[in-house]
């Protein structure tokens, strides 16, 4: 038997404010767009989750346990409904109470910490997971990293967090002769179950289904099933953003009929096709090889790779800068700034400031709402400015009051100590002085003073010497100059002689 395994991801990024000036930082803490996010989301709301989510009730009502779907809702999705959109989260709720629905786990953030920070990358994860048990009373046991980001290490990580299974693409370079079609085995850890998406049956309905000049356009549902009746392996796997219906392949496309009839297409023409969820179809086959991935893939661009979100110099620095604040933030108590924190990661930040052209540099331009990537990098800049004087000020005001802080706050405290020492060591002339870590930062410069005083005594000595040296050749000069003089009064003088003589 082989099976159908149907993913979407769902996930919407607060949008910071367009522009946040550089006059704006240190007097405006609120970074967000909060007219855009709301706009942004009901929009989506009313084009594709409520009538999505409605044609996904109907089919499991049709066909009960026959029909199986998978979502994952990043955190920020997640708050979004909430606080626009709570019509969303109770369709959503209704799916999940179906038992036909898994959710799967991922970063709270949508966010590239996989890449940067272990601890950073498992705490959003837990959190993640928390919002997830809080909102629909189930816990994750797949799972899928922000854009499918996948490499041998971030699947090591998963595996030691439990997880049995673990969602990521199909790519060709990794993939070579084999198929995505089968079920696989991290490399590090074969406990963890790797299942790839077939990209191109996916891509077929996600980005190809209204072009009218795709060689295949009209895609029916007929014709779906026949190229998935042809597709040889174990499990075909499906997965796409769920803006596909209605957001990017638009009502009048016929992209809701399309989905709507699917499923008894594939019942009636392809029975050996079941549908599963990713955890059912890790459960039911067996691995078939492990998949090497030594360096990270993703589902985005041509190149399934990282340079959708640091592929040049703009997004390489807002990344590092963001991450410095990593051991600075961790532990802080303080509501607003934890939640900037996990706002600030969100990936979509970067993807603003990708520079590629042609049609991947199109699909960038379509999400961005900016006019261009420099624009969303200068602006993300002077949000992070403003951010760590937050954090700066936060630490500096506690660490004035020790029994107000908690175990975690004094560890920051004394790393962001640490690092303002290491920056004053830096301005000091190497050579001069070694300085104890121990020692106050106040003690270091009047110490390195006196220390360039003591080297500058031989050179001023030198130059003393040159100058009395000078005085006393001088003085022994005008001596015997006075001694000449003298002698020479001192000789009798010849008489003169007149015109008679």
Known sequence: MRTLCFYFQVHQ???LKDPYRFFDIGSDHYYYDDYSNHAIMRKVAEKCYLPTNQAMLDLIMEYGKKFKISYSLSGTVLDQF????????ESFKQLVNTGSVEILSETYSHSLSALKSKQEFIEQVKAHDDKVFQLFGV???TFRNTELIYSDFIGEMVAEMGYKAMLTEGAKHILGWKSPNFLYYNAYNPKLKV????FKLSDDVAFRFSNREWDEYPLTTEKYVTWLNSTQGDTINLFMDYET???HQWADTGIFQFLRALPNAIFRYAPDLQFATPSEAAEIHQSVAEISVPYPISWADEERDLTAWLGNELQDEAFAKLYDLAPMVRG??????QRDWKYLQTSDHFYYMCTKFFSDGNVHKYFSPYNNPYDAFINFMNVLTDFKIRVQKYLAERSNRLDLLSADEIRQIVSFKEKE???LRTRIKPGHIVVDKTKEVSNVLPETKETEKKEEKPAEQEKYKRIYKRKETTEEKENEEKEVKKTEAKKPSKPRKTKKE
């Open 421 to 423: 020492i290491e920056e």
């Open 139 to 141: 816990k994750p046991t």
């Open 195 to 198: 299942l790839l998406k077939n």
């Open 13 to 15: 990024p607060f949008r």
């Open 82 to 89: 909430e606080k626009y959109a709570p019509d969303v989260l």
């Open 245 to 247: 219906f209605g957001e």
């Open 332 to 337: 802080i108590e303080d509501a607003q700034i």
